[in-house]
């Protein structure tokens, strides 16, 4: 579970940020034996199906020859921390690493046509500096929802009483006027957010709903990340049209750069 460092009305606390709660919740089943726990662990099969050429296989093959079959590695245990990423060349008619690369990000605009190329950017995680992430200006739920697409939610959690008394009061100020408030980083909390190192930036905003049960005051507060606005495409279309319309006659260099102008409020990456 991670944690997030949070400012708000001139005072910051660290919190948890989880998952949401399922809907529905499946039993866990503990399995065990009398030597403990049963846990489930990754190991190798000892079969390697490249090694069986699919589109000139013959039954003589399979009779005479077993070079998918790697006893050898059969049982040996796969420990992920001890595992590193490598890249083929699979175009290739024997597929060997490779190192001389570069790691690129392809963005597409709103019809998915490619519109650049650029080196990828190894981003780390700003969500847990000395700067803590700062909340901004709010507007409507009603708003929020019609204008941003959410890609991923998560759930603030305390961590004891003085936290908790912290992301209530900030839960039942959202509720009671029924906004979302936009979360930023760094010194004036304008900078996407990045969850995760190596992860994609975000526009972050925050969620709230409280629920009174008995004397105790419960909350729901959500984190909701989102890389994609909603415009309205025919806003724009009639502005450049009206533009168009004003102007008479142009020629072809104005025609194609308002053409780039209606194609690049339609882009999101």
């Keep these: 579970m991670q944690t997030i460092h949070l400012e708000w009305e001139g005072k910051s606390a660290r919190v948890k940020l989880g998952s949401l709660p399922k809907v529905n919740r499946n039993e866990e089943i503990e399995q065990s034996t009398s030597k403990g726990k049963i846990v489930g662990i990754k190991i190798k099969n000892g079969i390697n199906s490249k090694a069986i050429d699919k589109?000139?296989?013959?039954?003589?093959?399979?009779?005479?020859?077993d070079k998918e079959i790697r006893?050898?590695?059969a049982g040996q245990i796969i420990?992920?921390?001890?595992?590193?990423?490598?890249?083929?060349?699979e175009n290739e008619k024997e597929p060997y690493p490779i190192s001389d690369f570069k790691k690129i990000e392809v963005v597409y605009n709103a019809q998915g046509k490619e519109k650049e190329r650029r080196n990828a950017i190894n981003r780390r995680c700003n969500t847990n500096d000395n700067i803590p992430l700062k909340i901004g200006k709010k507007m409507s739920l009603k708003q929020a929802s019609e204008s941003f697409v959410f890609k991923h939610c998560y759930q603030l959690i305390h961590e004891d009483g003085v936290t908790r008394e912290f992301l209530t009061k900030l839960c039942a100020e959202l509720e009671s006027k029924k906004e979302v408030a936009l979360i930023g980083a760094g010194l004036k909390g304008n900078n996407p957010l990045i969850v995760k190192d190596k992860g994609s930036p975000y526009r972050g905003f925050i969620y709230g709903e409280t629920k009174k049960e008995g004397n105790e005051t419960k909350y729901k507060l959500v984190l909701m990340l989102s890389e994609q606005e909603l415009k309205d495409i025919k806003t724009v279309e009639s502005t450049v049209e009206n533009t168009v319309e004003s102007t008479g006659e142009i020629n072809k260099e104005i025609a194609t750069e308002i053409n780039k102008e209606v194609a690049n409020a339609n882009d999101n990456e």
């Design 55 to 65: 589109n000139n296989l013959l039954p003589k093959n399979i009779i005479e020859e």
């Design 71 to 73: 006893l050898e590695e």
């Design 79 to 89: 420990d992920s921390e001890s595992l590193t990423a490598a890249y083929f060349r």
